[in-house]
């Protein structure tokens, strides 16, 4: 066990990545005699209640919380002056930190301006945790936008020779590979773990009569493949009309719900589901679709997924690396070429032609990904 570190998380407001923060704290707790934990006060408050939901407790003795300022708003040019203030704090706390293992949250963009400067000048051991700011990495993105701005910097940075005191956390093996694969001649700097979560024990209820309910969940937009959803719902239309499927967005979203009277809405728009609400409305269903592109999450893990390995749902989704990534644990449902694939086996399950409960491999994916099971990797 090492002695101490300082986790430092510039960009988290209330319940940003909270499962993902909440079981990464528990994995560092495991590791660290001491902790220094700097954030917004909202996002560790927010931390602490997670655990207490899921009856889960930590040493206080080992931990001390301090707040930093973290500027709120949910709009590009917020996330922008949010990720440059951020940048100048880091900038200040890697130097009061020095002496120690540091921890960042999140790769700040702006911040790659100096990390190896600083981690070369002063020799600190800097340990990054990267989440889906590495897409940038191989979007194609428009120039006017903030992100064409995030793309370059990260660019520049993984072009170049990363400092040997840094080590950057992909949270997947097949993530840390598309890095390497990328940029090999920084290859030892990628390190891997799993996403870590919180699984719980739930009843599964076996659904096998008419209309089968299916449905996307967790933050719902057209880059999340809200387009594609909506497309096959016309497709499907047959199906809905004569009551033999329903289709269900649980999760927050920003359309006007009467313009697709093919879909069931769950929230209204721009309106945070509780969480009590979210998991029922996810126990109701038969399977959960995705429809991320098949270039999308080669460099980021998807949360949503451990929502349905939680409840012990199918997927049915158009395939990419990451979910044949977790496939390579254990089946999850059907992986698909394209969405018309997806409409044939959606066909398919309403028939009854195939069936969703051969798919039993959850309790299996539910130890692997279980934060318990998950060693900090450096």
Same mark, same amino acid.
């Given at each position: 066990m090492?002695? =101490?570190?300082?986790? /430092?998380?510039s ?13 990464? #704290? ?16 909202s996002?560790?408050e ?5 655990l ?21 708003g949910?709009?590009?040019?917020h @996330?922008?002056?949010?990720? /440059?203030?951020?940048? #100048? ?9 020095r ?7 999140n ?11 600083? =981690?070369?000048? *002063? &020799? @600190?051991?800097l ?13 194609n993105?428009?120039?006017?936008? !903030? ?11 993984f072009?170049?020779? @990363? ?10 093996? =097949? ?17 891997s773990?799993?996403? !870590?979560?919180?699984?719980?024990d739930?009843?599964?209820e ?6 089968v ?9 057209e880059?999340?493949?809200?387009? &594609?959803?909506?497309?096959?719902? %016309? ?29 069931? *809405?769950?929230?209204?728009?721009d309106?945070? /589901? ?8 996810i126990k ?5 679709? #995705? ?9 980021t ?5 451990f929502?349905?390995?939680?409840? %012990? ?24 070429e394209?969405?018309?694939?997806m ?6 399950v ?6 969703? %409960?051969?798919?039993k ?6 130890s ?11």
């Amino acid at each position: 066990m090492k002695k =101490s570190t300082v986790f /430092i998380d510039s960009n988290s407001i209330g319940n940003f990545h909270e499962v993902f923060n909440a079981a990464f #704290f528990k994995i560092l707790e495991a590791r660290f005699e001491k902790i220094i934990y700097l954030s917004s006060e909202s996002s560790y408050e927010n931390l602490k209640k997670i655990l207490v939901s899921n009856n889960i407790s930590y040493n206080s003795g080992k931990v001390e919380f301090k707040k930093i300022k973290v500027l709120e708003g949910k709009k590009s040019h917020h @996330i922008f002056l949010r990720k /440059i203030y951020a940048s #100048f704090l880091l900038f200040f706390l890697l130097l009061k930190y020095r002496n120690q293992d540091i921890v960042l949250a999140n790769l700040n963009e702006f911040g790659t301006l100096y990390f190896n400067l600083l =981690s070369n000048l *002063f &020799k @600190i051991n800097l340990t990054i945790v990267a989440h889906g700011e590495l897409e940038y990495l191989i979007q194609n993105v428009p120039k006017n936008k !903030p992100i064409f701005v995030y793309k370059k910097l990260l660019q520049r940075f993984f072009n170049s020779k @990363i400092s040997d005191n840094i080590k950057i956390i992909a949270l997947g093996k =097949s993530i840390r590979e598309k890095l390497i694969e990328l940029y090999p001649k920084n290859s030892a700097t990628f390190v891997s773990m799993e996403h !870590p979560y919180f699984f719980k024990d739930v009843a599964v209820e076996k659904q096998s009569s008419l209309p089968v309910k299916m449905g996307i969940v967790g933050a719902v937009g057209e880059n999340k493949g809200m387009l &594609k959803f909506i497309k096959l719902s %016309e497709s499907l239309k047959d199906l809905i009309m004569e009551k033999k499927l329903e289709l269900f967005v649980i999760g927050r979203h920003g359309y006007h719900t009467e313009d697709f009277p093919l879909i069931n *809405f769950i929230a209204k728009a721009d309106t945070i /589901i509780p969480t009590n609400e979210y998991n029922e409305a996810i126990k109701g269903l038969n399977a959960i679709l #995705f429809f991320y592109d098949q270039n999308q999450y080669q460099l980021t893990a998807s949360g949503a997924i451990f929502d349905a390995i939680n409840h %012990e749902k199918p997927v049915i989704a158009i395939k990419n690396n990451y979910f044949n990534h977790i496939c390579s644990y254990g089946e999850i449902g059907y992986l698909c070429e394209d969405t018309d694939e997806m409409e044939s086996i959606i066909r398919k399950v309403v028939k009854h032609e195939i069936s969703l %409960e051969t798919i039993k491999d959850f309790k299996e994916l539910k130890s692997i990904f279980n934060w318990k099971n998950i060693n900090y990797p450096i």
